[in-house]
């Protein structure tokens, strides 16, 4: 069977079918015989994202690697071959990767990487509208500059003379239709997202001698799986490789400090943080982007659910305190505050839903709101007689299991 064939039938399953495990089977399967299918390695890591965001049982960090991975293999690849519709192709799946795992700074980047190399599709705007909508988001809340925002636009280049590239033994469907974002993905990962306790804060660089306050501050972000804790620090000054990071992880304190020379600047980047919870000694790993640093720490307690990253006064008070903590007062949410979360939740594809809400009135709007956010993004309620007197438990789909980490 040709391999368009077999990639038209694969596509059909992941998107049509919506059945990613089936659809990467037969992708792995094209892979054995065409172990440099563009489409299959990026379509794959589809399947595995897909995968990671609805099942407990892929819902790991080996999962999101294969598919960063996979997208890396094909990036690689594509620029071997120089053909830069391909390779535009790849960095808009990257893109669309980076952006479904809430990583704005790196979509961003692989989103203007995407329009450099000429990308064109008929979701691109549909993409284009959901990630301005987060930028500004971002940037009310000062996570990024105002010069970080550019988006550039569609490219058109004259195609490059391909170097180096073997034969092909068949003609791949390279171009294939893309997904557009849709309400159930957007479920999907507000599901993922309230197991991933994401936190941001600025962390505080010093040096050898007086640094410039015109430098970009650094974020950091931090998320958790069963096993691992996982921050991200952004900065514009990066360490040049792994080896030459000096850090040092202690499990007596729970402390970990970081740092590497900026050559450069005559200076020193510095990093220390107080953890909340026990870690192994020596489980360290890192991992060096385009944008950030990221650092994988193992937890002492696997499957514990760290409340916070770093240790704070709070968590040595008692647990009376934890008694006067103020319930929140459905009855008297202020609409406007949330108006914002809600259609980025929902996803500005889905009109139906969107239009529901608008067109509601206050109790249907409330019942709608309480439902949606304490069941995790699983139910969603309008009756308000329903819902106000009693918490909404999350309620998993059919054949998944709900899963405390």
Not at 47 to 53: G, R, S
Not at 76 to 97: L, N, P, T
Not at 153 to 182: D, H, I, M, W, Y
Request: aromatic share 10%; glycine share 2%; net charge neutral.
């Amino acid at each position: 069977m040709p391999i368009a064939t077999d990639l038209k039938s694969a596509y059909s399953t992941l998107y049509d079918k919506k059945d990613p495990e089936t659809a990467i089977s037969q992708y792995d399967s094209i892979l054995k015989q065409y172990p440099e299918s563009i489409p299959a390695l990026v379509y794959k890591s589809a399947c595995l994202e897909k995968l990671y965001f609805s099942s407990t049982s892929w819902h790991n960090e080996l999962t999101l690697e294969n598919a960063n991975d996979s997208l890396f293999k094909a990036l690689k690849i594509a620029d071997h071959r120089g053909d830069r519709s391909k390779i535009g192709f790849v960095y808009f799946r990257i893109f669309i990767h980076y952006f479904n795992n809430h990583d704005i700074t790196e979509a961003l980047d692989n989103f203007n990487k995407a329009m450099e190399y000429g990308y064109d599709n008929p979701t691109t705007p549909l993409w284009e509208s959901k990630l301005n909508s987060s930028l500004k988001k971002w940037k009310k809340k000062g996570l990024i500059s105002e010069d970080a925002c550019v988006l550039k636009k569609n490219t058109t280049l004259t195609p490059t003379k391909t170097v180096n590239a073997p034969p092909s033994k068949t003609t791949e469907q390279e171009t294939l239709p893309e997904p557009l974002p849709n309400i159930s993905n957007s479920i999907t990962s507000s599901l993922a997202t309230n197991s991933i306790n994401a936190k941001t804060d600025q962390v505080n660089t010093s040096s050898k001698t007086a640094l410039s306050s015109t430098h970009e501050k650094t974020r950091k972000e931090w998320y958790q799986t069963s096993n691992t804790i996982v921050i991200s620090l952004f900065t514009d000054r990066l360490p040049k490789s792994v080896s030459s990071i000096h850090s040092e992880l202690n499990s007596v304190n729970n402390t970990l400090t970081l740092s590497w020379n900026l050559p450069k600047e005559n200076s020193e980047f510095q990093y220390s943080i107080n953890l909340s919870n026990p870690i192994i000694d020596d489980s360290i790993k890192f991992k060096i982007f385009t944008k950030k640093l990221e650092i994988t720490i193992d937890k002492l307690d696997s499957g514990k659910t760290w409340k916070t990253l770093e240790n704070t006064n709070e968590q040595n008070t008692k647990n009376d305190n934890v008694k006067t903590k103020k319930q929140k007062d459905w009855s008297k949410i202020n609409f406007d505050e949330y108006e914002d979360d809600l259609e980025e939740n929902n996803g500005s594809a889905d009109a139906f839903f969107q239009k529901l809400y608008a067109n509601a009135d206050p109790d249907t709007k409330r019942a709608m709101m309480k439902s949606f956010i304490e069941s995790n993004g699983t139910t969603l309620n309008t009756n308000w007689d329903d819902v106000k007197n009693k918490k909404v438990e999350t309620s998993p789909p059919e054949g998944m299991e709900l899963k405390h980490w």
